[in-house]
Nanobody, 124 residues
Framework: QVQLVESGGGLVQAGGSLRLSCAAS????????VGWFRQAPGKEREFVAA????????YYADSVKGRFTVSVDNAKNTVFLQMNSVKPEDTAVYYC?????????????????WGQGTQVTVSS
């Protein structure tokens, strides 16, 4: 079973940058996808971004498009979420999730493996 561990969260000022990491416990199949989701207090979990582990195809929520970038480092079995120009509304617990399907998706129910989450707090 694949285990995913997020790291890199913390406190950042609005307009700043943060890079989240999602390390997989084992080498994944080339065709799986990894997604990033977030959940703010009192709100439902929402999709942020996704990428195929083999690279290439990416997918972003409109709210982060142009500010966040998702990437893969196959040698490190790690997926990154580079967050630039962050806003207070980006404050949430961020989760990475692994899908056994070969396509990127914004639907949480299509992801099987989930990390424990990492807190991101953006101060104004």
């Amino acid at each position: 079973q694949v285990q995913l561990v997020e790291s890199g969260g913390g406190l950042v000022q609005a307009g700043g940058s943060l890079r989240l990491s999602c390390a997989a416990s084992q080498r994944t199949f080339n065709d799986v996808a990894v997604g990033w989701f977030r959940q703010a207090p009192g709100k439902e979990r929402e999709f942020v971004a996704a990428i195929r582990w083999s690279g290439g195809r990416t997918y972003y929520a409109d709210s982060v498009k142009g500010r966040f970038t998702v990437s893969v480092d196959n040698a490190k079995n790690t997926v990154f979420l580079q967050m630039n120009s962050v806003k207070p509304e980006d404050t949430a617990v961020y989760y990475c999730a692994g899908s056994v399907y070969g396509y990127v998706s914004s639907r949480a129910e299509e992801y099987t493996y989930w990390g424990q989450g990492t807190q991101v707090t953006v101060s104004s």
